[in-house]
């Protein structure tokens, strides 16, 4: 008896709970927001932006999105006044073991600031969790077959450090 050799399935890139990761670029459907497009993928999440949606679903996600900006322009702002040293119960005047962590800490608060700003989307947008994306409705086309890699900055070599000789 000879058998027939099956053909492979494709194995598509999948987050750590099992689901698959789609395309960035690719189309998808929801019942209720409409046609639209992956924009960009960040962790867990996917930012689609919205194309073909009835008018009432557009202003819905524009007003999502006016608060999403408007929450985030009240957090960055407390961050930088923090950084600065502006809040009088923490701030550069307050007794030291009083002062705020955040004083001083540019890179840290403008890392924080970078990530509230990645939050925000524009009037068309919405963010969907990879993991939930296809239990509340979504639908798409094509699936990531590779993992995405990440980027990673080399380190630089470091010099060896010279022996002291041990002379008198």
Not at 98 to 114: H, K, P, R, S, Y
Not at 124 to 146: K, L, Q, R, S, Y
Request: glycine share 8%; hydrophobic share 35%.
């Amino acid at each position: 008896m000879t058998t027939l050799p099956l053909p492979t399935l494709p194995s598509f890139a999948t987050t750590p709970k099992g689901f698959r990761i789609p395309k960035r670029g690719t189309i998808c459907c929801h019942p209720v927001h409409g046609y639209g497009e992956v924009v960009t993928r960040s962790g867990s999440r996917l930012r689609i932006a919205i194309d073909v949606a009835d008018g009432d679903a557009l202003d819905r996600i524009a007003a999502v999105s006016a608060a999403r900006t408007a929450g985030a322009e009240v957090e960055i702002s407390g961050l930088e006044a923090r950084r600065d040293g502006l809040c009088p119960e923490t701030g550069l005047g307050a007794h030291p073991n009083a002062q705020d962590a955040f004083i001083g800490a540019t890179a840290l608060v403008n890392g924080m600031i970078e990530r509230i700003i990645a939050r925000c989307t524009e009037d068309n947008e919405v963010i969907v969790n990879i993991d939930d994306a296809e239990a509340f409705g979504w639908e798409f086309d094509e699936f990531a077959m590779e993992t995405p890699k990440k980027s990673k900055t080399p380190k630089k070599p470091k010099k060896p450090k010279k022996r002291r000789s041990k002379r008198r």
